[in-house]
């Protein structure tokens, strides 16, 4: 089971809410998105998200989208998701698969991946406090475009 975490830590499981306008582009190839990343000298931004997480939302619509409309490098990863994408190392796995491999339990979570398709900063399980996630966020972007060496 899946949780999506309110912003005071209080874990419920989300089952339905109208779908966003804004959107990321969901993961097909983890190692292209990087390899984009990387040629920009960006880290590559994952959110797993899970659908109708209200949580999930804010962080996409408030941080994720505007980043990627700035040139940031941003997928999307979906809890439950039956889509297939390609791993860092050319493994072939749902998105749901892929979510479990890397024992994410938590919506929203946001991970920086760098060369080799390491993490490079902190990952941001759950969406925090509203009134410190944007700090928290881009204290791990900009540790993360340290590691990639992006300015």
């Not at 997480?53 to 490098?73: D, K, N, S």
């Not at 398709?117 to 509203?130: F, H, N, S, T, W």
């Not at 928290?136 to 590691?147: G, S």
Request: with cysteine.
């Amino acid at each position: 089971m899946a949780w999506c975490l309110l912003f005071f830590g209080v874990p419920r499981v989300a089952f339905s809410a109208p779908a966003s306008h804004l959107s990321l582009p969901k993961a097909v190839s983890l190692p292209a998105a990087l390899q984009a990343a990387l040629n920009s000298r960006e880290p590559l931004v994952v959110m797993v998200s899970l659908p109708g997480c209200p949580y999930c939302t804010i962080v996409r619509e408030h941080h994720l989208v505007h980043l990627r409309a700035r040139g940031g490098h941003v997928v999307q990863v979906d809890m439950a998701g039956r889509q297939l994408l390609s791993d860092f190392d050319g493994q072939s796995l749902t998105h749901d698969a892929w979510i479990r491999q890397r024992q994410i339990k938590l919506a929203p979570t946001v991970l920086f991946f760098g060369p080799s398709g390491k993490e490079v900063a902190k990952r941001l399980d759950g969406a925090y406090l509203p009134d410190f996630y944007a700090a928290y966020f881009d204290e791990q972007y900009q540790a993360a475009r340290q590691a990639v060496g992006g300015r």
